[in-house]
C-alpha cells in the first residue's frame, strides 16, 4: 500500500513538474539576441539598427543562409575602432574598457536588453529570443584551451583528462610547502587561501626562488584559461606556506611548524617537494598531528639515486614519491627503495649531446631569477611530488577524505610495474583516471549517464532535431525522469544496473540509441524515422503523420517484450527499463500532447493514454521486483 | 658534525639546480648557500672542511647538507 502511494505521488510529481516546466533554456545563459524579423526591408533593418545601437550591439544575419529567413543576430560590437569610438564613446573615456565590458555583461543586463529588444521590435519581429549558448563543458571534453598543453606529457601519462571528468579538486586546500608561491600569471585564477612565510616571519609566502612556483602550478595551474598550461587539480585552492629561504633551505622547525598550521588552518593535502638525510622527532611529531586531523601528507622521495627515500618522504605516515622519466622508467635521480609508496612523473631532461633536454622536464609557469614569470622545465622528485598531491586532491574533493583512504585509493589505482625488486615505483604509478574511479566507486553518478549519452550520439543536436515526433525539451524531460523513476525502483528493490537496462530506457521513451554517425548516408527516410522513434512512435514510422498510434502508444509492446525477453539474462533488462520509460513517456504524452490517430476526443485520448502509462510501469514494477532476487 | 671530505664540486641539474661536492668515496654532498663563489666551479678538485647540518632539509635533496667551513683547491687529478 504503502508503495502504492509512493506510485501516485511520483505521478503527481511528475505531473507537477510537467506543468510547470518553463521550457529548456530558461536557466540558460545568453550573450546575443536572435531576431526573425518579419521582413528584411530597409524601414525594419533601420529600426533593429537603432535598437542595437542603444546598447552598443552589432547585428548580423546568422548565417549566409539565413538572409531569406530574415534571422538576425545581435551581439555586442567586438571592433575597438577609432571610426566607432567618435560615433559611440565619450571621447574623454577609455573606449577599451568600454569594449572590455560589453563582453563582461551579466546575464541580468542581457535580460534587460531582451525586454527592451522586445518591445522595440514587437510590431516588425516574429520572433526575438535569446540565443542560448549550449555549454556542454561538463560531459564534452576535457581537453584544455591551455596553448602549452601539449607539452605536458606528465598529464597525459598519468591520464589526466579523464580524471577530469570526474573530479578537478574543487574546494580541497592543498598546502605547499616550499619556497613559497608567487601568483604568476598562470595562476591568476586559481584560489589561494590565507598563507605564512615562515623565513621571515610574516604574511606574504612570495616565492623568491621559483620552486615553489611551480610545484604549486603542478598542483593547481589554472587551467582552461586559454594561457600557459594546466595544472591537475585547477580548482583546489592553494595554501602558500614558505619554509625554505631563496637558496631553497630551510630549518626543520620551520617545516614542523608549517606543517601544524596546514593541519590547524584547514588544509586537505599537505605536499612537501623537499627533504633531508636526517630525522627529526619535532617533525616526526608535527606529521602525526596532522595525519591525525586527516591531512593528507606527501613527499618528495629526493634526488640522490639513494636506495632509501628521504625525510620526511620515508616516515610512514607520509606519501614518499619516487620519479619516473618520460619512458616510465625510474628517473636516473630518484631514491628509491624504503619509503617510496607510489612514482610520479619527475622528468628527465638529459639530452643525446649532453645538452638539457627541456621536453623531458615537467613544465609549468614560475619565476625567474628576477622574479619574472616564466614557463620552465625541470625535473627532478620535487616536481614528481605534486602529482600526486593534485590526484589526492582529485580524490578527496570526490568525498574520500581520510588519509588513509586516500593512500589505499592511489595505490590501489595504480598502473603496476610487475618486476620492481629494488623498489623503484613503490605501488607503481600514479594513474588520475583509475584513482578518481575508484573514488568514486558505488555512487549513483550522473555524470556517467550523461557521458554514456555523449558516447552513444544522444548529445548530437541532430539526434534531437531529427528524432521522431516529440519536441526536444519534452524528450530530454523523458530521459531524465526515466532515469530517475529507474532510480527510484531500485531503491526498493536492488538490481544491477547495467547497459542493456539503460539501452531500454532510451529505446522506450526517445529512440533509439546508436546513432551516432548514421546520418552521414544519404539513405531513404524511413529507416532513418525508424532509428529516431521511440517505441510510442513506431507507430508513426510509415504514416507520416504527428498524432500517435494507438497501438504504440500503449503498454502492448513493453508486455510483448517483457514477454519474450525475461528468460534472456541480458535482454531483460532491456526490456524491463524499455517498460518504465514507455510509461515515462506516454505520462508526458498523457499531459503535452495527446493528439492520436482515431482516438479524437482530447479526454479520450487523455484516458487511454494514461491509463496505459499505469498500466506500463505496473509491468515494469512486477518485472523488475521479481527478477532482482534472480541477479 | 665536523668533516673533511676530499672530492670534486658537481653542478646538478635536478630541480632548480644545486652544487654539489662528489667525495673521493663516491658519496654525495650538497653544498649548502650561499657559500664562496671560488669553490663553486663545474669539476673543481678541493678538500673541504665542513659541517654535515641534519638539522635543515632542502628543495636540492641531493645528499646530505654539507656547510662549508674552509677548503682548498687541490691540483687536477
Known amino acids: 500500500m504503502k508503495k502504492l502511494l509512493a506510485v501516485i505521488l511520483f505521478f503527481s510529481a511528475l505531473f507537477w513538474v510537467l506543468s510547470n516546466y518553463p521550457g529548456i533554456g530558461a536557466q540558460g545563459e545568453f550573450s546575443s539576441i536572435a531576431v526573425e524579423l518579419k521582413d528584411s526591408s530597409p524601414a525594419s533593418l533601420a529600426l533593429l539598427e537603432k535598437v542595437s545601437q542603444k546598447y552598443d550591439l552589432e547585428f548580423a544575419p546568422s548565417s549566409a543562409f539565413s538572409e531569406t529567413r530574415h534571422l538576425y543576430i545581435l551581439a555586442p560590437s567586438t571592433a575597438c575602432d577609432a571610426d566607432r569610438v567618435s560615433r559611440r564613446v565619450d571621447p574623454n573615456r577609455q573606449t577599451f574598457s568600454v569594449c572590455t565590458k560589453l563582453q563582461d555583461w551579466l546575464p541580468e543586463r542581457w535580460q534587460e536588453i531582451l525586454a527592451y529588444v522586445r518591445q522595440e ?42 580524471a577530469w571528468e570526474k573530479s578537478k579538486g574543487k574546494g580541497v586546500v592543498v598546502a ?19 598563507g605564512y612565510d615562515f623565513v621571515n616571519d610574516d604574511d606574504d609566502p612570495s616565492d623568491d626562488n621559483g620552486h615553489g612556483t611551480h610545484v604549486a602550478g603542478t598542483i593547481a595551474q589554472s587551467t582552461n584559461n586559454n594561457l600557459g598550461v594546466a595544472g591537475i587539480a585547477y580548482e583546489a585552492k592553494i595554501m602558500p606556506l614558505k619554509v625554505l629561504n631563496s637558496f631553497g633551505i630551510g630549518t626543520i622547525t620551520d617545516i614542523a611548524e608549517a606543517i601544524r598550521f596546514a593541519a590547524d588552518h584547514g588544509a586537505n593535502v599537505i605536499n612537501m617537494s623537499l627533504g633531508g638525510a636526517g630525522e627529526s622527532s619535532i617533525l616526526k611529531e608535527a606529521i602525526d598531528y596532522a595525519y591525525n586531523k586527516g591531512v593528507t601528507i606527501i613527499a618528495a622521495a629526493g634526488n640522490a639515486n639513494y636506495p ?37 612523473p619527475g622528468g628527465d631532461m638529459r639530452g643525446a649531446d649532453g645538452k638539457k633536454n627541456e621536453a623531458g622536464g615537467i613544465l609549468q609557469n614560475t619565476i625567474d631569477k628576477e622574479g619574472k614569470s616564466i614557463y620552465a622545465s625541470f ?76 558516447d552513444n550520439g544522444y548529445l548530437s543536436p541532430r539526434f534531437w532535431l531529427d528524432g521522431g515526433v516529440m519536441s526536444i525539451p519534452l524528450k530530454l524531460l523523458i530521459v531524465v525522469v526515466s532515469y530517475l523513476l529507474a532510480w527510484l525502483l531500485r531503491q526498493w528493490f536492488p538490481f544491477r544496473w547495467n547497459w542493456s537496462f539503460t539501452n531500454g530506457l532510451f529505446f522506450g521513451g526517445t529512440g533509439l540509441f546508436l ?117 | 658534525m665536523e668533516v673533511e671530505i676530499t672530492g670534486t664540486v658537481k653542478q646538478s641539474e635536478v630541480g632548480m639546480g644545486t652544487w654539489t661536492l662528489v667525495s673521493d668515496r663516491n658519496a654525495t654532498y650538497e653544498i649548502m648557500q650561499p657559500a664562496d663563489r671560488a669553490l663553486l666551479q663545474e669539476g673543481l678538485r678541493v678538500k673541504v672542511r665542513g659541517k654535515l647540518r641534519r638539522d635543515i632539509m632542502t628543495m636540492g635533496m641531493v645528499g646530505e647538507v654539507l656547510e662549508i667551513i674552509d677548503f682548498s683547491m687541490l691540483a687536477e687529478a
Request: hydrophobic fraction near 45%; charged fraction near 15%.
Open chain 1, 121 to 162: 521590435l514587437r510590431d516588425s519581429a516574429q520572433v526575438v529570443e535569446p540565443n542560448y549558448q549550449y555549454k556542454l563543458d561538463f560531459i564534452g571534453s576535457t581537453r584544455p584551451n591551455d596553448p602549452l598543453y601539449s607539452k605536458q606529457w606528465n598529464l597525459a601519462s598519468i591520464n589526466i583528462e579523464k
Open chain 1, 176 to 194: 605547499v610547502i616550499d619556497t613559497g608561491v608567487s601568483r604568476v600569471e598562470d595562476l591568476q585564477q586559481t584560489e589561494f587561501v590565507k
Open chain 1, 308 to 344: 632509501a627515500a628521504f625525510y620526511p618522504a620515508r616516515y610512514p605516515k607520509v606519501i614518499g614519491v619516487a620519479a619516473t622519466a618520460p619512458t616510465g622508467e625510474k628517473a636516473f635521480y630518484s631514491n628509491y627503495g624504503a619509503g617510496v609508496d607510489i612514482s610520479a
Open chain 1, 379 to 454: 625535473q627532478g622528485t620535487s616536481m614528481a611530488s605534486p602529482h600526486v598531491a593534485g590526484v589526492a586532491a582529485l580524490i578527496e574533493a570526490m568525498g574520500v577524505q581520510k588519509p588513509e583512504e586516500v593512500l589505499h585509493i592511489l595505490k590501489q589505482s595504480v598502473i603496476k610495474v610487475p618486476d620492481d625488486p629494488q623498489n623503484y615505483y613503490g605501488a607503481g604509478r600514479l594513474d588520475a583516471a583509475s584513482a578518481v574511479q575508484l573514488a568514486g566507486k558505488g555512487k549513483l553518478d550522473f555524470l556517467d549517464f550523461f557521458r554514456w549519452l555523449r
Open chain 1, 515 to 631: 546513432l551516432r554517425g548514421f546520418y552521414v548516408f544519404d539513405l531513404p527516410q524511413t529507416p532513418f524515422r525508424l532509428m529516431g522513434s521511440s517505441i510510442v512512435e513506431l507507430g508513426n514510422v510509415f504514416s507520416n503523420t504527428n498524432a500517435l498510434n494507438p497501438i504504440t502508444a500503449s503498454a502492448l509492446l513493453p508486455f510483448l517484450m517483457l514477454i519474450f525477453l525475461l528468460g534472456h539474462a541480458r535482454w531483460k533488462w532491456f526490456a524491463i527499463g524499455s517498460a518504465i520509460s514507455v510509461s515515462v513517456a506516454l505520462t508526458a504524452h498523457t499531459i503535452f500532447a495527446p493528439e492520436m490517430m482515431w482516438i479524437t476526443d482530447l479526454w479520450q485520448a487523455r484516458a487511454y493514454l494514461g491509463v496505459n502509462a499505469i498500466l506500463c510501469f505496473g509491468l515494469a514494477y512486477l518485472s523488475a521486483k521479481s527478477e532482482s532476487g534472480a541477479v
